[in-house]
């Protein structure tokens, strides 16, 4: 997806769970990256291996991190030299955070309805240090925006919470204020911060 003029930056957006429907069309996903192209980024969705028609089968989250550099490498394929924005939904929160965090051609990461009640071996959350949005449904059943609230309030470097009033983990009823939240966020080009 291609914004209307020059893009001002690049975005991958990850989806959920292969193995429980996630997939590059789910709503949360399009909604993210509608937010992105609003702000002037071009905005890349893809399928995790083995979902839609993508080849191979589900890696418990080790091949995905390779899908995920594999989408990276894309979009700077496609715009070189623009700033690489790396995020996702739920399960694929997960893998935005743990690529985003160790890639150095990543200058911002978004998490939405990070599951970190379900994540066995969670990434580090402080991203490398890069700015990182999370939007979070109050009550995410895998993960409530208090206790993310609690997680969050001690990263250090910069980092934004997004606590959505009564939303579920899938923001069912709330997807506008999670397409205005990503879209204010990248509004602010935080990939420029020092």
Request: glycine share 12%; proline share 9%; aromatic share 8%.
């Amino acid at each position: 997806m291609n914004p209307a003029a020059a893009p001002v930056a690049a975005a991958v957006v990850c989806h959920a769970h292969p193995l429980h429907g996630g997939m590059m069309h789910f709503k949360v996903v399009f909604r993210a990256a509608q937010a992105l192209l609003s702000a002037g980024l071009a905005a890349l969705r893809f399928n995790f291996r083995g979902v839609g028609r993508s080849e191979g089968a589900f890696d418990h989250g080790i091949g995905e991190q390779d899908d995920t550099r594999a989408a990276l490498n894309e979009v700077e394929r496609r715009f070189p030299r623009l700033p690489l924005v790396l995020g996702g939904f739920s399960f694929g929160s997960s893998m935005a955070l743990r690529v985003g965090g160790s890639d150095p051609r990543v200058r911002a990461v978004f998490a939405l309805g990070y599951p970190f009640s379900m994540v066995p071996d969670p990434p580090p959350l402080d991203a490398g240090g890069r700015p990182r949005l999370f939007v979070q449904g109050e009550q995410d059943q895998f993960g409530p925006g208090d206790a993310l609230r609690a997680l969050v309030s001690r990263l250090s470097g910069p980092a934004e919470l997004v606590v959505v009033p009564g939303a579920d983990h899938f923001f069912d009823g709330r997807l506008d204020a999670l397409q205005g939240a990503v879209a204010e966020w990248a509004a602010r080009r935080p990939w420029e911060a020092p």
